[in-house]
Nanobody
Framework: QVQLVESGGGSVQSGGSLRLSCVAS????????MGWFRQVPGKEREGVAA???????RYGDSVKGRFTISQDIAKNTVYLQLNNLKPEDTAMYYC???????????????????WGQGTQVTVSS
């Protein structure tokens, strides 16, 4: 079965950086649209970044210019570089995959078929 395993979360101070990784099993990341979402308790899951099968990237408004999504095809891994972190970036971060073309314009979590277990990012002021 498909597995997405995130890692790289942690606790940092405001202005710091982290790099999250998402390693995929039984799924070729370059064939799918891969996304990163985040969620805090009591709130809906928020789309952060996505990279399509054609390499096109897009970002949520709150992270543009600070976060970068990329992928290493040889390692079948997707990354999310988080720079200039703010306390409001504190959340559980999830990796997700979908074959839906809607990934190119929609942040709906419902279009993503596969999810990882999440990695926690905590930013202190």
């Amino acid at each position: 079965q498909v597995q997405l395993v995130e890692s790289g979360g942690g606790s940092v101070q405001s202005g710091g950086s982290l790099r999250l990784s998402c390693v995929a099993s039984r799924l070729t990341v370059s064939w799918y649209c891969m996304g990163w979402f985040r969620q805090v308790p009591g709130k809906e899951r928020e789309g952060v970044a996505a990279i399509g099968s054609d390499g096109t990237t897009r970002y949520g408004d709150s992270v543009k210019g600070r976060f970068t999504i990329s992928q290493d095809i040889a390692k079948n891994t997707v990354y999310l570089q988080l720079n200039n972190l703010k306390p409001e970036d504190t959340a559980m971060y999830y990796c997700a995959a979908t074959a839906s073309y809607a990934c190119s314009f929609s942040w709906s979590a419902k279009i993503f078929n596969y999810w990882g277990q999440g990695t926690q990012v905590t930013v202190s002021s």
